[in-house]
């Protein structure tokens, strides 16, 4: 009896054992199918797919239960992929790509514009594409022959398997070599030995980089290290970086370092070899990743931060800048490389205004009829040319102008819808001898075209006077009252009342004198007649 009892408990054990494993197998498997990364065409395949059949797992229990999990795609893009991308709400405006990267943008190198926004505002960990703004800090507060001694705290101060070239404690680099292992094989204890020099202690440099960053105008920015090594207050956005790597771009010598594909770094002081240094960046290298154009960028990699790329191209005059933040290391170059073909094949440079170029503004009633002019304005000599990358199919009609003038500069931004797309300056009034007045306002597009971007595209303004300073004094009297007329146009407005009441006054005058003549020729005249 005692046996029957044992074996019939021992049944209903294995029983309960046995359906107990075959239901946890089935939870596991949704579990891990609901966090499994969307592919967005996984669903419209097979609506089917997902649904889990309860008597797979307990069909035979010597199967795993791994066995009853779904199958995942290493390759498919995650959630990010369909996020908004802002851009896409400008009118007008060509769709951008969409991007793994959780946020990225697209920027004009020369002027600032941006072409495509995903995110941009939003704060990301940059990894090493912090040591853009190292090496923009140590370029600008150094000589590249400076010799910097590593110590033995930035050596080891750094993450153990992180990315290094071996430098050890008391080993001497120029600043130069050191650029390079920072740019091209981003070592992070050179990083940090470059910030000691340069700065007198790490935090020291890390309040210069923070300082620059907000000089920028960087507004979600914040540094704490020399490197791009992990720390939860070491954060950016894909425009501040944008606008750093733009920073960057306008020195030669980052220019130079970031589109070398190898440097070999000279035997030291202590290190009796060579190191040879590749760039890491596979988009400036031959391979498969090459990009016709590219001029170099910074890779970066944190678990926490996931893949970031900076990359610089130029293409047809156009000089671009990627970014890309949050991505991973199977989509940070496509996703790069969609960015720079949106730009490049969507875009084309246009002239907005030529630096020397003059428009004549407000004349005077009588100018109109002397020098066929087709619009009231006022007369002004651009400082400096203006360009806007605007897409193929857009005309530069539907761009609208904001003016305003202090202290004799007047500014013109250029805005399709609410988008500043580039701003031009010009210096109002400036002096000129009536020969360059004349073949200004002959020359001028302003008397012919109706904008600004319809004025430059048929500008014909003469190279040679646009180069000339204006001038002061006058070789003729003819000139003289030229300056004194625009001179007197940059009076305030209440000089016409003045004007007026001077006239009166003179011409009252003169009435008055006229009067006094004519009395004292009559007096004269009876005083001669009486003495006859």
Not at 180 to 192: D, K, P, T
Request: aromatic residues 8%; charged residues 20%; negative net charge.
């Amino acid at each position: 009896m005692k046996k029957t009892k044992l074996w019939i408990n021992a049944l209903v054990l294995a029983s309960c054992l046995l359906l107990g494993s075959g239901q946890a197998s089935v939870y596991g498997a949704a579990q891990n199918a609901a966090q499994a990364p969307a592919d967005p065409n996984a669903a419209a395949a097979d609506p089917n797919a997902a649904a889990a059949d309860p008597n797979a797992a307990s069909a035979d229990p010597n199967v795993p239960a791994d066995a009853a999990e779904a199958p995942k795609d290493p390759n498919a893009p995650p959630d990010s992929y369909n996020w908004e991308v802002q851009s896409d709400a400008l009118p007008g405006w060509p769709t951008g790509p969409q991007v793994a990267a959780e946020t990225a943008i697209l920027m004009d190198a020369e002027t600032g514009e941006i072409l495509y926004a995903k995110g941009i505002d939003e704060k990301r960990y940059p990894a090493s594409t912090t040591k853009i703004m190292t090496a923009l800090i140590a370029i600008e507060n150094s000589a590249l022959t400076d010799q910097v001694t590593f110590s033995a705290e930035a050596v080891n101060g750094i993450e153990p398997g992180s990315t290094h070239i071996g430098i050890k404690p008391r080993e001497i680099l120029t600043m130069e070599q050191s650029l390079y292992a920072i740019l091209l094989a981003s070592a992070n204890e050179v990083s940090s030995g470059v910030a000691e020099f340069v700065g007198g202690s790490i935090p020291d440099f890390v309040n210069m980089m923070n300082a620059r960053a907000e000089k920028l105008g960087c507004k979600n920015t914040h540094f704490v290290n020399a490197n791009g090594l992990h720390d939860p207050e070491h954060y950016t956005t894909a425009r501040d970086l944008a606008n750093i790597a733009r920073e960057a771009f306008k020195n030669e010598t980052f220019r130079k370092i970031i589109g070398t594909e190898y440097y070999i770094e000279p035997k030291t002081n202590i290190t009796d070899e060579e190191r040879w240094l590749n760039n890491h960046h596979k988009m400036l290298v031959s391979g498969d990743m090459h990009y016709d154009g590219c001029l170099g960028g910074k890779t970066g990699y944190t678990s926490d931060a996931g893949n970031s790329l900076v990359t610089y191209a130029q293409r047809n005059g156009m000089y671009l800048i990627s970014v890309v933040l949050a991505d991973n290391a199977v989509y940070q170059y496509p996703d790069t490389a969609a960015l720079l073909d949106y730009g490049f094949s969507n875009f084309h440079k246009v002239v907005l205004a030529q630096k020397g170029e003059v428009e004549c503004l407000k004349p005077l009633p009588i100018e109109h009829y002397l020098y066929n002019l087709t619009k009231a304005k006022t007369m002004t000599r651009f400082t400096d040319t203006a360009t806007a990358d605007l897409p193929t199919d857009l005309p530069v009609e539907k761009l609208t102008r904001k003016t305003s003038v202090e202290k004799k500069i007047q500014t013109t931004e250029y805005y399709l819808g609410d988008q500043l797309l580039s701003t031009s300056h010009a210096e109002v009034c400036p002096t000129l001898t009536l020969p360059e007045f004349l073949d200004a306002v002959k020359d001028s597009p302003a008397n012919t075209a109706n904008t600004a971007g319809a004025a430059a595209q048929n500008n014909t303004a003469d190279s040679a006077s646009a180069e000339r300073t204006p001038k002061t004094s006058s070789s003729s009297l003819g000139e003289f009252f030229q300056e004194l007329k625009y001179n007197f146009r940059d009076m305030p407005t209440w000089k016409y009342p003045a004007l007026i009441f001077l006239l009166s006054a003179v011409i009252f005058y003169i009435v008055l004198l006229i009067i006094k003549i004519k009395r004292h020729r009559k007096k004269k005249a009876r005083n001669k007649k009486k003495k006859k």
